[in-house]
């Protein structure tokens, strides 16, 4: 198989969303705005600004309109919001938002305990939103969990992932992005799942979304790369986790990210070096411990 590396790669920046939504202490609205607003000087092309969902489900998102009208958005920056529902939707356009998210796992167990419907019954409710979102000229993507494997049901075939992303496809979602959400995937996996998934939806709309519990995430973005995909999820200092998948330790990191794919000369247009202190700054203000090997190492070349 020859390799058809990208020359260059987007970024899609998900720390503000999902790396803050399972933090077991309250962020402060003025935090977050000042993170988003950190992570848009480094040159990160999308950052994933907080999510419209019920504060009844993930609290430490209910300043989501807040949030979005406080940060200063940056010439050429994109700040797309997860949505859960149409009333999810209906805040975000009183919001003024300009790109959206949608999401749904790809097994019925999962989709169940995260937000609390059948896969069958969370398209049907994505379906008007799509279509609205549309309407009012908003980029939309979608997020598929759980692509390589269910902390309910274990494996998950490669076509049932497949379908799910062709119908978002077929109803015009911009961009589907693959979420290994426990980190269970390795490389191989990786590769052939986004193989698969590429016979049904064109490889230019399709991301790759790694989470990075065992180590495997560099590993399984290296084997995607191999194959084209140029578009990467991810999050500084690697935070995130997930609220409904017990074990699932945060994402790939975006410092990692971006020494990685310097190194092997594919561009991103991110400043490694203001990257490492964001990420630095956002550890030391939640308290926690940096999870980039290379924010914690600096730059060494």
């Not at 020359?7 to 962020?27: A, I, S």
């Not at 409710?125 to 980029?139: D, F, M, N, S, T």
């Not at 590429?198 to 973005?221: C, K, S, W």
Request: charged share 20%; aromatic share 6%.
């Amino acid at each position: 198989m020859s390799a058809l590396f990208p020359d260059r790669v987007k970024l899609v920046e998900v720390g503000p969303r999902d790396g803050l939504q399972n933090e077991p202490g309250r962020v402060e609205t003025a935090t977050k705005i000042e993170f988003i607003q950190r992570l848009a000087e480094t040159g990160l092309p999308v950052i994933e600004a907080t999510s419209f969902v019920s504060p009844r489900w993930v609290p430490q998102l209910a300043d989501a309109e807040a949030v979005y009208a406080g940060v200063q958005r940056q010439l050429g920056v994109r700040y797309p919001v997860l949505v859960p529902n149409q009333a999810g939707l209906e805040r975000a356009l009183a919001a003024g938002v300009a790109d959206i998210a949608v999401f749904t796992g790809v097994t019925e167990t999962f989709c169940q305990k995260n937000i609390h419907c059948s896969v069958a019954e969370s398209l049907d409710r994505y379906q008007p939103v799509i279509a609205k979102a549309r309407e009012k000229r908003l980029g939309v993507r979608a997020y598929l969990s759980c692509v390589l494997g269910c902390p309910y049901e274990g494996p998950v075939a490669a076509r049932q992932v497949a379908r799910l992303a062709r119908w978002f496809a077929e109803l015009g979602v911009d961009e589907i992005s693959l979420g290994d959400t426990i980190g269970v995937g390795t490389p191989l996996q990786a590769q052939r799942l986004l193989a698969t998934v590429a016979e049904e939806v064109p490889l230019a709309r399709l991301a790759v979304h790694f989470h990075d519990t065992y180590g495997q995430a560099l590993a399984n973005i290296f084997a995607c790369l191999e194959l084209g995909v140029s578009v990467i999820d991810s999050a500084v200092a690697g935070l995130g986790g997930c609220p409904y998948a017990k074990g699932a330790t945060g994402n790939v990191a975006t410092e990692d990210v971006v020494y990685m794919l310097e190194g092997m000369g594919i561009e991103t247009g991110v400043d490694l070096k203001k990257l490492i202190g964001v990420g630095r700054h956002i550890c030391q203000a939640l308290e926690r411990e940096n999870q980039s090997r290379v924010g914690r190492a600096g730059i060494s070349r």
